[in-house]
């Protein structure tokens, strides 16, 4: 099993820009022995499902829009209502507009994730997980940066071009620093 796994990983790890498969078996090794009822097929979804939700938050920050919009639906159902945004099903191209709008140029951005939980039925996925999100202006007065901690819930379906997220909520444990950081959009 262990040989069909990093064969199939070494494909992943292609894809997916270097993971060492090393620390992927090992990964492999540790959920397997945690359930016997755990699948290859069923750890192989949980690996590309966990590398699509990274791919999302270093796409954010390096700001290419192109490539976060390739990770989503069509569709995306949002929920920021914790950070004072909506709740609602919009096209994902909506969602990438209004970050590149909000993550302009010179605002500097840094996404963490982490403890991913990650549930898999089917074609479905399901992952709950820490994040935190820091944003900093280029600014001289006042403090500039914000900051948040909370937890996602993301949901992905599998697509005849991989694994795309179609939900995509945040709930904001604690949020602090200047607001500004976080809305300003400067008059261009």
């Known amino acids: ?6 064969a199939t990983l070494q494909i992943l790890t292609f894809g997916f820009g270097g993971v060492m498969i090393s620390l992927i078996i090992s990964q492999f090794d540790a959920i397997a022995q945690t359930s016997s009822a755990m699948t290859t ?23 290419d829009w192109g490539r976060t919009k390739s990770l989503f639906a069509t569709n995306i159902a949002i ?10 099903t919009i096209p994902s191209s909506d969602l990438v507009a209004a970050w590149t ?3 302009y140029a010179d605002k500097q951005s840094l996404h963490m994730t982490s403890n991913h939980q990650i549930q898999i039925t089917g074609n479905r996925a399901e992952a709950y997980l820490h994040g935190y999100a820091y944003n900093k202006l280029i600014s001289t007065t006042g403090s500039d940066v914000w900051q948040t901690w909370g937890t996602y819930r993301i949901n992905l379906e599998r697509t005849t071009q991989g694994w795309k997220i179609n939900t ?8 602090e620093g200047n607001e500004r950081a976080r809305d300003f959009v400067p008059n261009n």
């Not at 949980?46 to 390096?62: G, H, P, S, Y």
């Not at 929920?79 to 609602?88: C, Q, R």
């Not at 995509?168 to 949020?175: D, V």
């Open 1 to 6: 099993m262990k040989k069909i796994v990093k």
């Open 41 to 63: 097929s069923m750890v192989i979804a949980q690996l590309e499902t966990k590398a699509v939700i990274d791919e999302l938050f270093v796409a954010l920050d390096r700001k």
């Open 79 to 88: 929920d920021f209502t914790s950070l004072g945004g909506g709740k609602a």
């Open 101 to 103: 709008k909000n993550l």
């Open 168 to 175: 995509l909520e945040y709930f904001a444990k604690r949020n």
